[in-house]
Every structure is written in structure tokens, then in C-alpha cells.
């Protein structure tokens, strides 16, 4: 299985993907390193399934032409300035992101 992490500064909205991707009960709150150690959990990607695309009946992998590929998400505490220096977390976010197949940065958006 895939897994994929989720990367950004403190309170970007990081561990609010998560919750809404994997339905999984974490702690989101308004304050810096809310997540101290990374959240696991596994979402569904909806894909189309090829099934149909190359005509072949009796798919048991899809429903409808559809398929639900599961995903690892891991929700990895905020990056800081200075991390590099021990600031925050230290370089221990790292270890997390470097288990990852590929990152998601999530950037905060500002809406007035």
C-alpha cells in the first residue's frame, strides 16, 4: 500500500485533511504542535477502473466501473524555522516523511 505524508507548517490545516480523508479521531486545535506524534490512518482513492475502458466483464475489483484504492495518510507535526536547530520537534519529523512514498504539502489559505 501506498502511503502518503502530509507535510506543512503548524496549524495549516494538516490534521483537518486527515480527519476528513480517513475519518479518524485526532486532536485538532488552535495552538502550535497540537500533533506531537504523526497520526496514522487510511483514506480511499476513487479511480476509474480500467475494467471498462478495455472491456473486460467480471471486474471483482470495482463497483461500477469504480475502484476504492486504499492510501496510508500520515498527519506529521507542523515544520518550524530553526528545526534544524532542535526548535519544535527537531529533525524528528524527518523519519516520518522519509518512510513516506510521497509528500502532500499542505499551505494554509488565508480567506477574508
Known sequence: MISIAL???PNSGK???FKAATMAEVEIANYPFTTIDANHGIAHLRIECSCQELNISGCKSCFDGVRFVPVELIDVAGLVPDAHKGRGLGNEFLGHLS???AI???VE???E
Open 99 to 101: 518512510r513516506a512514498h
Open 104 to 106: 502532500i504539502h499542505v
Open 7 to 9: 507535510a506543512g507548517k
Open 15 to 17: 490534521s483537518t485533511f
Open 109 to 111: 489559505t488565508l480567506l
